[in-house]
């Protein structure tokens, strides 16, 4: 059967990073890597397919909605039945993602006759898990169905975030591996034994009134823009994709440009529920 490695973890945890990592590591194996991506626009998609060829992408919400579900579980099976020799599957789960289903998932569908889950990775930065951990709960459920959990961007957050975050991840998950790092560097066993937890969880609701997501176009003065996520970071969790000219990543962690020259405007946003329409008139303001 062929093995299955889910990757887990918010928006701005390392999630990307530790893909092109595992890339490299992994160049003399053929892995097919399987993107989702809450947002309609596929970038994550497009950052590891220029490392890999073997990219699947499902942009536009959670693999584990009822709206995505079908589409993941027909991937799946076309991995079976259209690609030789593959030594297993990276997948990506959004960074919204309650991936509590997906033991009864593979069962549901016959799908674990073909795939078996071997290890489940949790990426976080203490920074957004302390903050956001009591009002979105999607965020517990991915450490809880860990087998490891990767503590990332340990040089950007004090000590005692870093201690209070293995102490929290501990108590949700006795049995996980905890490593420290940095840039998600780090090699891991990425098809060891998953030691099944009877995990049980629901299909998301396509609509998750905790989150909106949208695509904008337009061109922004990069400066501008980040101040304006700055000032209302309390209300925006992501913005992603890119300006004119340069490569726009916002998070919890921060805000990331860097020089992408040709780059046209297109950029993902996933901010709190309720707030997309008076985020979009306030960016009025900042568009060029």
Same mark, same amino acid.
């Given at each position: &059967?062929?093995?299955?490695?889910?990757?887990?973890?918010?928006? =701005?945890? #390392?999630?990307?990073?530790?893909? +092109?990592?595992?890339?490299? !590591?992994?160049?003399?194996r053929k892995i097919v890597y399987l993107i989702n991506e809450f947002s309609a626009h596929d970038i994550d998609g497009a950052i590891v397919s220029a490392?890999?060829?073997?990219?699947?992408?499902i942009p536009g919400g959670s693999i584990f909605c009822h709206c995505l579900v079908t589409e993941f579980i027909g991937q799946l099976k076309k991995i079976?039945?259209?690609?030789? #020799?593959?030594? =297993?599957?990276?997948?990506?789960?959004?960074? &919204?993602?309650?991936? %509590?289903?997906?033991? !009864? &998932?593979l069962v549901e569908t016959r799908l674990d006759q073909h795939f078996r889950l071997a290890t489940v990775i949790s990426v976080l930065d203490p920074n957004?898990?302390? %903050?956001?951990?009591?009002?979105?709960?999607?965020?517990? /459920?991915?450490?809880?169905?860990?087998?490891?959990?990767?503590?990332?961007?340990?040089?950007?957050?004090?000590?005692?975030?870093?201690?209070?975050?293995? %102490?929290?991840?501990?108590?949700?998950?006795?049995?996980? =591996?905890?490593?420290?790092?940095?840039?998600?560097?780090?090699?891991?066993?990425?098809?060891?034994?998953?030691?099944?937890?009877?995990?049980? #969880?629901?299909?998301?609701?396509?609509?998750?009134?905790?989150?909106?997501?949208?695509?904008?176009? *337009?061109?922004?003065?990069?400066?501008?823009?980040?101040?304006?996520? *700055? +000032?209302?970071?309390?209300?925006?969790?992501?913005? %992603?994709?890119?300006?004119?000219?340069?490569?726009?990543?916002?998070?919890?962690? =921060?805000?990331?440009?860097?020089? *992408?020259?040709?780059?046209?405007?297109?950029? /993902?946003?996933?901010? +709190?529920?309720?707030?997309?329409?008076?985020?979009? +008139?306030?960016?009025?303001?900042?568009?060029?």
């Amino acid at each position: &059967m062929l093995p299955i490695c889910l990757v887990t973890g918010f928006l =701005g945890t #390392g999630k990307t990073t530790l893909l +092109k990592n595992i890339v490299a !590591q992994n160049r003399d194996r053929k892995i097919v890597y399987l993107i989702n991506e809450f947002s309609a626009h596929d970038i994550d998609g497009a950052i590891v397919s220029a490392e890999n060829p073997d990219v699947v992408s499902i942009p536009g919400g959670s693999i584990f909605c009822h709206c995505l579900v079908t589409e993941f579980i027909g991937q799946l099976k076309k991995i079976t039945e259209e690609r030789s #020799g593959v030594d =297993g599957v990276v997948i990506e789960a959004s960074g &919204m993602a309650n991936p %509590k289903v997906i033991e !009864q &998932m593979l069962v549901e569908t016959r799908l674990d006759q073909h795939f078996r889950l071997a290890t489940v990775i949790s990426v976080l930065d203490p920074n957004s898990f302390l %903050k956001l951990r009591r009002t979105l709960p999607n965020i517990l /459920a991915q450490v809880e169905t860990a087998d490891v959990v990767l503590i990332n961007k340990t040089d950007c957050n004090p000590p005692e975030k870093i201690e209070e975050t293995l %102490k929290t991840v501990h108590e949700l998950n006795p049995v996980a =591996g905890c490593i420290p790092t940095v840039l998600c560097d780090v090699e891991l066993d990425l098809f060891a034994e998953h030691v099944p937890r009877g995990l049980q #969880g629901e299909y998301a609701r396509c609509r998750d009134p905790n989150y909106e997501t949208f695509v904008t176009e *337009q061109p922004f003065d990069g400066g501008k823009l980040e101040a304006f996520v *700055q +000032k209302h970071a309390d209300d925006i969790y992501r913005v %992603k994709g890119t300006l004119t000219d340069e490569f726009f990543d916002c998070s919890t962690a =921060g805000v990331i440009r860097t020089s *992408q020259p040709g780059a046209t405007p297109a950029l /993902a946003w996933i901010v +709190k529920g309720g707030l997309q329409e008076s985020i979009c +008139k306030a960016l009025e303001t900042v568009a060029l």
